[in-house]
């Protein structure tokens, strides 16, 4: 048998295991914050920036991404998304997307199910010209069109970095700077 003091007991730490168990989940990401905080340790903030200029047309003829033309159902054709980037901050955002919507004739999506269509890694503050390299599955009916640019950053690294001793694949590589264009 148990006291009525050992039952008042027992009663009122269930009654705080109760609410403690309530309490928790909800409290829990305010805990995190705190001790981030104590600890020093800085959030790491995402950052949109503007995107405008863009365009989009085939690589250029020699481009290190051109695939070459395989039998059967597979190739691909490379295009260009060029742009002009605005980080707006005082601060440079890094580790950049660059999100789109690419678009066959009729207003399909080429990419089903992707709009992340690569990255551009840091961007200063200011205007920065971007390039990218898409592969289009071909035989796509053109002309290849866009919709919904836009790109994202953060105010400090979130991804593993690229030494300069890596090899990078024809697709991430660099794109040379667009030829100029006729005047009309």
């Not at 008042?8 to 995190?32: D, F, N």
């Not at 660059?98 to 200063?124: C, K, M, Q, W």
């Not at 390039?131 to 069109?145: K, Y």
């Not at 694949?169 to 030829?179: S, V």
Request: charged fraction near 20%; aromatic fraction near 4%.
């Amino acid at each position: 048998m148990t006291s009525p003091l050992e039952q008042r007991l027992a009663a009122a730490l269930a009654a705080w295991v109760r609410v403690l168990t309530r309490l928790l989940p909800r409290a829990l990401p305010l805990l995190a914050v705190l001790v981030a905080l104590l600890l020093g340790v800085q959030p790491v903030l995402a950052a949109e920036l503007r995107v405008s200029e863009v365009s989009l047309q085939p690589c250029p003829t020699g481009d290190g991404a051109d695939q070459p033309q395989g039998r059967g159902l597979g190739g691909a054709q490379c295009y260009a998304l060029r742009g002009v980037v605005d980080n707006s901050s005082r601060r440079t955002v890094v580790d950049t997307d660059v999100y789109a919507r690419i678009l066959d004739a009729s207003g399909e999506p080429v990419l089903p199910n992707r709009t992340r269509v690569g990255s551009i890694g840091d961007v200063p503050p200011g205007r920065s010209d971007f390039a990218l390299r898409l592969a289009v599955p071909a035989g796509t009916p053109g002309p290849i069109g866009f919709s919904h640019v836009k790109a994202r950053g953060f105010s400090a690294p979130v991804r593993s970095r690229a030494g300069e001793d890596d090899e990078l694949l024809p697709l991430e590589q660099a794109l040379e700077p667009a030829p100029p264009q006729a005047a009309e």
